[in-house]
Nanobody, 116 residues
Framework: QVQLVQSGGGLVQVGGSLRLSCAAS????????MSWYRQAPGKERELVASITSDGSSTNYVDSVKGRFTISRDNAKNTVYLQMNSLKPDDTAVYYCYARFVSVKYWGQGTQVTVSS
């Protein structure tokens, strides 16, 4: 059974930090391209950050560059999203996403709320 279990969301003030985690089980994690998406109320789901299977390359949406860092620990089957200097516009439900060729899995989502 494949599971992507997310943790680490919550309520934080503007300028604060949070770290999201996504622990995978039931898949060969080190083969998977991993991403974080987010969806704010009334908006479409948006790709936030991605990391290659070996962690050698990352990509970010412009709005989070310099503030967010995606990383992974293949020994722990876990991908992380470190979020610093949070802004109200970062408020959303965040989802982790695993892809290997045409196989795709989503995490359950975790709420991040940035209060001003």
């Amino acid at each position: 059974q494949v599971q992507l279990v997310q943790s680490g969301g919550g309520l934080v003030q503007v300028g604060g930090s949070l770290r999201l985690s996504c622990a995978a089980s039931g898949i060969a994690f080190s083969r998977y391209f991993m991403s974080w998406y987010r969806q704010a109320p009334g908006k479409e789901r948006e790709l936030v950050a991605s990391i290659t299977s070996d962690g050698s390359s990352t990509n970010y949406v412009d709005s989070v560059k310099g503030r967010f860092t995606i990383s992974r620990d293949n020994a722990k089957n876990t991908v992380y999203l470190q979020m610093n200097s949070l802004k109200p516009d970062d408020t959303a439900v965040y989802y982790c996403y695993a892809r290997f060729v045409s196989v795709k899995y989503w995490g359950q989502g975790t709420q991040v709320t940035v209060s001003s």
